[in-house]
């Protein structure tokens, strides 16, 4: 019985391939087999994978005749894999020995649907290091010991500010994607993006543990470290669009996902201007029979723009400060959190006045309670509360000597300066 299958899209990788299929090929796991889809490859990555079939009966390749990109490829291995649960590894990548062992056995202990956990990055040069977030390795956050469903998980994930998308950090249960239809988006970009979060928010079963099993080696030409093209808007559009309808569809209601939506959509809006250097730039929609969705959300990025640019008339007061700080934890102040960081303007923590009546986190960032934060010199602080709050709200921070404005009505009145 084949208790693991290992998806592995290969293209252009010839230098870091053998590596990998080691890595693979070496789990004190026996019962696996290893799917490698070569995606037309045009270096000597098809006789490597084919020299590895040879020598041991557990690969498998698939030799596609022409370029898909890596949603296709990982599609084409889901559904050939026999295994119970899938796992998804990228040809430049490594696991540690006991990876799949390890995983497989939690997984049929608990009955869960996806292991989430974490991973080491090999960068290629200390530049890159420099220059990409250590978010890439192991969580700090607190997350649940035990089994909880999806949307919990990716939830504590977001209130932490540690949701990232990484497909080589999950562990599938196979019978789990194709009842849900959870596969890549094909012929776009950033596919893992609708794949992991749809596969997250959809699970019954599913938990996090705090191991890093995964190497990821961060290079100069991958998809990361590349400069923004069209083909980028193209795949956070399709993205989008499929993320929304398996929402709607799934009739999931979670703060989390749709914040990481608004997340998605200011993405799409920054890339917006590298799009638009593209000659008839709507061919790629109309090929994708996504011609109308594309108009439709063409005035939804308008409307967005107008508003984008109001709010920076609005809260221009607020560039004088370095750091911006919310209070409230509430309706209001995730309206104006939302509003803020479209506009582009950094927000640090959220402030209340009882903490225990408050999230530890609120759209990733910490709450504070009053009495406990000690903001910075250069900081301002938003009151973002009803407006029957501020009198109240405004004297205690005037009586800890807190520069502050209050917002109401799209109206902000301030500075109050101690």
Known sequence: MIKVSVVIPVYNVEEFL????????????????????????????????DSYAEKDPRVRVFHLPENHRQGYGRNVGIKNATGKYIYLLDSDDLIDPETLEELYELAEKDSLDAVFFDGKTIFESEELQKKFSSALDMRQGTYPEGVVKGEELFSEFVKQNEWVVFIQREFWNREYLLREDILFPEEAEHEDQFFSIAGLLAAERVRYIRRDYFTHRFRDDSVMTSKPAPKNFHGYFVNLYKLIDFIRKHRIQSEAADLVIRNLFSVLLSLKPVFFQEENRADWFQKQGLENEYIFFEYLMKEQELRVEEDKQLFSPLADY??????????????????????????????????????????????FALNEYNPDPEEIILVAMAKGNHEEVSNMLKERNIPHFCYANNILDGPFLP
Do not use: M, W
């Open 18 to 49: 053998p590596a990998c299929l080691d890595s693979v090929c070496g789990q004190t796991l026996k019962e696996i087999e290893v799917l490698c889809i070569d995606d037309a490859s045009p270096d000597r990555c098809p006789e490597i994978l």
């Open 322 to 367: 370095s750091h911006i700080t919310i209070y409230g934890a509430g309706v209001i102040a995730g309206k104006v959190f939302g509003r803020l960081i479209a506009a582009g303007y950094p927000i640090e923590n959220f402030i209340v006045s009882d903490k225990s009546k408050n999230p530890d986190y609120y759209h990733g960032r910490k709450v």
